[in-house]
């Protein structure tokens, strides 16, 4: 079996389904983790990625890198984008792929089976944007053993790695700060 045809059978098992989110995502960690010149096949302790979208490719990276979010080697981005940052952690080598548009309108117009297999042998630069870059990365965002915990002052719940935003010298957490995504109903 050739390398896409291995990651992409992981990708496909861990997702459930065959989509092009799918197969694109197996071309992208392919992609980055070539660039990095890391072996797809093994599990490579120094990658982390930076995810911009929470769709179906995201799965494909996840199966294939092993990198989660339960790790830290996952970080999710939420930009709505099509594209991961691979990124050395020894090294601070790092590349983003991203879905390029180039051929978008016509593989729109392709039947669903003529997608799947389109996408899975294009070259990379028709369905790749691959850019080399820098990520700046906190001690606090790397694995390992917390570097920093604290306690909101407000809800009293423990917060790890540095997230507590302080104001008028009080110590908050980001919900407590006001940046919560849930409102808490009376009982
Ligand atoms: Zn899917
Ligand atoms: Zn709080």
Known sequence: MSDYNIAFEKAK?????????????????????RELGMNPHEHNRDLMVFMEIDRCGTDAVQAITGCTLGHRTLKFRDYGKFAATFVNIATGKAVRVAVSEKNREEHDRLEPKEVLT??????????????HVWVELSATD??????QKSVC???????????????????????????????????
């Open 13 to 33: 098992e861990f997702h459930g389904h065959v989509c092009p989110g799918i197969v694109l995502g197996t071309r992208l960690t392919l992609a980055g983790l």
């Open 118 to 131: 389109t996408l899975a042998l294009a070259p990379d630069d028709e369905i790749l944007k691959i850019e």
């Open 142 to 147: 790397i694995p390992g053993v917390p570097r």
């Open 153 to 187: 002052s407000a809800c009293k719940e423990r917060i790890m790695d540095g997230r507590e935003v302080s104001t008028g010298g009080k110590t908050l957490c980001k919900n407590c700060a006001g940046q919560s995504y849930y409102q808490i109903l009376p009982p």
